[in-house]
């Protein structure tokens, strides 16, 4: 993995400013409407299918995937399932809630922001999107149908609808696609033709400002008719789990149970330390269960994530 060397404090803390900048960009944007009712979907969608994928391509071709990765995803991973369970089980035996409602909250624990958030933090912070890659590869391909085929049973869908569903979940995803055509092209040294390579460039160079944009945009609620955010005190938990938790877990993993220093410990706890994925909102959504707590688990773990990462790298970088 091409994540560089540690850098000075105060360099990683610098490349943080961007970051949150872009965001309160969006925030304001959101607040003042200068964009429209529509912005955070157009953008987002624009993101997700189009600049995302581009850039993620771009970057494992011109930096394929080494061993370094592994020994970093396998504290992120490890961390990510401890805490995932947790939060299953405090819905579960804590809550008394239903089936989907578990397997929402286990998401909202521990399912990270990798793309939205967790690319524009990766390029920034530590040099360049190849951990993040491995991470998105590892939930777009084996968290995702998991989390998805417990919410088709608790739904009780037909099986055979269920179970192509499953199947089809990664080629129904563009940056899943773009992330195995760039660790393959990457591992096999093949480069796009420059005309291309260009365009892909270009395109990829949108992401981040517009990821974090839309980041901000998303932080403002339009659902003025239902404000109050639904089970307080499973949404702290929730928050708590997800920001402070599994940061904790990973470098405790990664640190002792692995033995890593350095630009890999930093990498996989950092990323561990990512608020909760938006699709965690939109699965609850899709799937008939209430909203409402996976909304502002997300917005929630968000703004608290503004202090947690820059912690880390305060103490990593």
Known sequence: MAIEEKRSGAAVLAAFVPIWALTVVGYVAGRTGVLGLGAVDVLGRFVFYVAMPAALLDTLIRQPITGLAGEGVAAFVGATVAVGAVGVGVARWGFRRSLGEQAIAGMAAGYVNAGNLGIPVAVQVLGDASFIAVVLLIQTSILTPLILGTLDLARQEDAGGRWRRLVTVPLRSPVMLACLAG???????????????????????????????????????????????????????????????????????????????????????????????????????AYGVDGRFPRDAVVASTAVSMVTLTAVAALLG
């Open 183 to 285: 660790v393959t092209l990457g591992a096999a040294g093949v480069r796009l033709p420059a005309l291309l390579a260009g365009v892909v460039t270009l395109l990829g160079a949108a992401a981040v400002p517009s990821a974090l944009v839309a980041l901000g945009l998303s932080l403002v609620r339009t659902d003025v008719a239902d404000p109050v955010p639904a089970r307080p005190v499973e949404v702290a938990l929730s928050v708590l789990l997800k920001s402070c938790v599994q940061p904790v877990v990973c470098f405790v993993l990664a640190r002792f149970a692995l033995d890593l220093h350095g630009a890999a410990l930093f990498a996989a706890v950092l990323c561990s330390a990512l608020p909760t994925a938006q699709n965690t909102f939109v699965f609850a959504r």
